[in-house]
């Protein structure tokens, strides 16, 4: 193998190797302003790219906020409306209460005043019966009728 000859190839071999490399490193130079040029606006592309993104996370962000603000202020409207609703609801119904409890008060005394028109009524007759009663029970007691006046006004003075 040639390579392991040191004593017959080295010193083509070692000129041949620095005329390469000579020649590799100065097509290099001449690439590394190409290089260099692609790598700067790569550079500044993505440079821009990160610069474009940050500020449509920042307008993304904004647009959030309002977009919450606005749904805050939005619930904070509807639970107005649903209070005064409410509100309504319970004042519309205090109002339907206060009819029936009018109504109702009207209907009871009207009950009231009938009833007391029947009890009056009827402890009127509860008198006349019971005069009736206390004449029938003289007249087997003595065989004599008292007078209408006389067992009413007895009746009259029983209850007093």
Do not use: C, H
């Not at 590394?32 to 592309?45: C, I, M, N, Q």
């Not at 619930?75 to 319970?90: M, P, T």
């Amino acid at each position: 193998m040639p390579q392991f000859a040191f004593a017959e190839v080295a010193l083509p071999q070692i000129v041949w190797l620095f005329l390469t490399f000579g020649l590799l490193f100065l097509l290099m130079l001449g690439m590394l302003p190409r290089v260099e040029g692609v790598r700067e606006r790569r550079a500044s592309t993505i440079g821009g790219d990160l610069d474009a993104a940050e500020q449509a996370r920042l307008d993304a962000e904004q647009k959030r906020e309002a977009y919450e603000a606005g749904i805050a202020r939005t619930r904070g409207e509807a639970q107005d409306l649903i209070g005064s609703a409410k509100a309504e609801a319970a004042r519309a119904t205090e109002a339907r209460m206060a009819e029936a409890d009018a109504a109702a008060q009207s209907r009871m005394k009207e009950a009231e005043a009938g009833l007391n028109a029947s009890r009056e009524a009827a402890l009127a007759k509860l008198d006349a019966i019971a005069a009736g009663a206390t004449q029938d029970i003289v007249q087997k007691l003595t065989g004599e009728r008292p007078a209408d006046g006389d067992a009413a006004a007895a009746v009259a003075a029983a209850r007093a």
